[in-house]
C-alpha cells in the first residue's frame, strides 16, 4: 500500500502563486510515477501534471504548460506542483496520485491506484 497526503492548498489572488506537497509513505519502492489531478465542483477529475519516478519525465495538460512545474525529492518521498500565474480558472480540489502500474501516458487516470485527500485552491479574481 501506498500513502499520500498533500498539503500547501489555499486563498490567492490571480496572478498569484501557491506550491502543492505530496508526501508519500509505504510500499513506496512500487511506484512508477505520481500525478496531480484536479477536480472543479460539478466536473470529472482531470489531470494536470504528472513525473515518472526514476527518469523524471514530465507530462503537462495544456492548459498549465508554462505556469506549473512538477518535481519530486526521491530521498523525501515527495512530489511538488509549482503553481503560478494562477487564474480563477484553476480553481478545485487538487488530489496527489500515484501509479503503481507503467503507462506510456502518464495522464491515463485508470493507472493511478493510491490517492490523497485533496487540497482546495481557490483562485479570485
Known amino acids: 500500500q501506498v500513502q499520500l497526503v498533500e498539503t500547501g492548498g489555499g486563498l490567492v489572488q490571480a496572478g498569484g502563486s501557491l506550491r502543492l506537497s505530496c508526501a508519500a509513505s509505504?510500499?513506496?519502492?512500487?511506484?512508477?510515477?505520481m500525478g496531480w489531478f484536479r477536480q472543479a465542483p460539478g466536473k470529472e477529475r482531470d489531470f494536470v501534471a504528472a513525473?515518472?519516478?526514476?527518469?523524471?519525465?514530465?507530462e503537462y495538460v495544456d492548459s498549465v504548460k508554462g505556469r506549473f512545474t512538477i518535481s519530486k525529492d526521491n530521498a523525501k518521498n515527495t512530489v511538488y506542483l509549482q503553481m503560478n500565474g494562477l487564474k480563477p480558472e484553476d480553481t478545485a480540489v487538487y488530489y496527489c496520485?500515484?501509479?503503481?502500474?507503467?503507462?506510456?501516458?502518464?495522464?491515463?487516470?485508470?493507472?493511478?491506484?493510491?490517492w490523497g485527500q485533496g487540497t482546495q485552491v481557490t483562485v479570485s479574481s
Open positions: 513525473i515518472r519516478w526514476n527518469s523524471g519525465i514530465t
Open positions: 496520485a500515484a501509479a503503481r502500474k507503467w503507462s506510456a501516458r502518464l495522464s491515463e487516470i485508470d493507472v493511478y491506484d493510491a
Open positions: 509505504g510500499r513506496t519502492f512500487t511506484i512508477y510515477h
